[in-house]
């Protein structure tokens, strides 16, 4: 099969200039022989995609991971040739339906991600919101179960989806029950980016932040990752108490009251919470 490759002209933002590349991250693996570094350039041309990023020429992802043109071709080439990808115009590469199966395969191996599904649906019939189950993934969270009403939100979220922790309720939930000095790391690499007017962005007050959420059991996040988002999340606890996922409601900011996220959705999300932790033991 040829691949070709289109001369459009590539445009980064700052924002994208300062991220670490993949192939820097690959860096660290130079000299180990049992690193599969092709499997590795392969995964990293895959994580390349996005919703904002859903067709990509050659050049424009190895800009994004910052692999060569070569080694970029070739990862497609078997992507293409395994139908993980394709490219109508043999040009602009996008992720073909059956990359799905990978995610089907960890959710249908996952105990928590199996477990939370119903129990989200269920809600979701219930209280007519949007429910879902996370977990933590180096600095992002990572949705691994999601139900969602027919409610009008600039975001798509979905299994699979990240987002920073930083500005996240689950993600504040998460960081909030980690190791002190794993907080401390996070906190030392972070960069707390103003998503909106209300992102909090100074270290010491979203510490106070996390020490507050750990003693009242729960985070609410009001417009800080999108303007109009507001969401509760409440963790949920391993057999040895340890803060394995943590379990939130989000909904449009103006109709939802924090007030009334209080009183009448944290007592059943904790509930929710709880027969999660059973699956677990």
Same mark, same amino acid.
């Given at each position: 099969?040829?691949? &070709?490759?289109?001369?459009?002209?590539?445009? =980064?933002?700052?924002?994208?200039? !300062?991220?670490?590349?993949?192939?820097?991250?690959?860096?660290?693996?130079?000299?180990?022989?049992?690193?599969? %570094?092709?499997?590795?350039?392969?995964?990293?041309?895959?994580?390349?995609?996005?919703?904002?990023?859903?067709?990509?020429?050659?050049?424009?992802?190895?800009?994004?991971?910052?692999?060569?043109?070569?080694?970029?071709?070739?990862?497609?080439?078997?992507? &293409? !040739?395994?139908?993980?990808?394709?490219?109508?115009?043999?040009?602009?590469?996008?992720?073909?339906? !059956? @990359?799905?199966?990978?995610?089907?395969?960890?959710?249908?191996? /996952?105990?928590?991600?199996?477990?939370?599904?119903?129990?989200? *649906?269920?809600?979701?019939?219930? @209280?007519?919101?949007?429910?879902?189950?996370? =977990?933590?993934?180096?600095?992002?969270?990572? $949705?691994?179960?999601?139900?969602?009403?027919?409610?009008? @939100?600039?975001?798509?979220?979905?299994?699979?989806?990240?987002?920073?922790? $930083?500005? =996240?309720?689950?993600?504040?939930?998460?960081?909030?029950?980690?190791?002190? *000095?794993?907080?401390?790391? $996070?906190?030392?690499?972070?960069?707390?980016?103003?998503?909106?007017?209300?992102?909090? &962005? /100074? !270290? *010491?007050?979203?510490?106070?932040?996390?020490? /507050?959420?750990?003693?009242?059991?729960?985070?609410?996040?009001?417009?800080?990752?999108?303007?109009?988002?507001?969401?509760?999340?409440?963790?949920?606890?391993?057999?040895?108490?340890?803060?394995?996922? %943590?379990?939130?409601?989000?909904?449009?900011?103006?109709?939802?009251?924090?007030?009334?996220?209080?009183?009448?959705?944290?007592?059943?999300?904790?509930?929710?919470? /709880?027969?999660?932790?059973?699956?677990?033991?």
């Amino acid at each position: 099969m040829h691949l &070709t490759e289109s001369r459009e002209p590539e445009v =980064t933002d700052i924002a994208e200039q !300062k991220r670490v590349l993949p192939a820097q991250m690959l860096e660290q693996f130079v000299g180990d022989p049992n690193f599969m %570094t092709s499997l590795a350039r392969g995964l990293a041309v895959i994580q390349a995609f996005s919703q904002q990023s859903r067709q990509m020429t050659i050049s424009q992802l190895s800009v994004k991971t910052g692999l060569s043109r070569a080694a970029v071709r070739r990862c497609l080439y078997t992507l &293409t !040739k395994l139908g993980f990808a394709g490219a109508e115009d043999g040009q602009r590469y996008s992720l073909r339906p !059956k @990359m799905l199966s990978l995610s089907h395969t960890y959710t249908a191996s /996952n105990n928590l991600s199996t477990a939370a599904q119903p129990i989200l *649906e269920r809600m979701s019939a219930q @209280m007519r919101e949007s429910f879902s189950v996370a =977990t933590l993934d180096g600095d992002d969270i990572v $949705y691994i179960a999601r139900s969602n009403v027919n409610r009008m @939100m600039s975001v798509d979220l979905h299994i699979g989806s990240r987002l920073p922790a $930083y500005c =996240t309720s689950m993600g504040r939930v998460l960081l909030a029950y980690l190791p002190p *000095e794993e907080t401390e790391r $996070y906190m030392s690499r972070v960069t707390l980016a103003p998503l909106t007017p209300r992102t909090i &962005t /100074n !270290k *010491e007050k979203l510490r106070m932040m996390l020490r /507050n959420i750990r003693r009242m059991g729960y985070a609410i996040c009001d417009q800080e990752f999108e303007v109009g988002l507001r969401s509760l999340a409440v963790p949920v606890f391993a057999p040895g108490g340890k803060v394995v996922a %943590t379990i939130n409601l989000s909904g449009n900011a103006p109709r939802i009251p924090v007030t009334e996220m209080q009183s009448r959705f944290l007592p059943p999300l904790r509930q929710a919470a /709880n027969e999660l932790s059973v699956f677990l033991r």
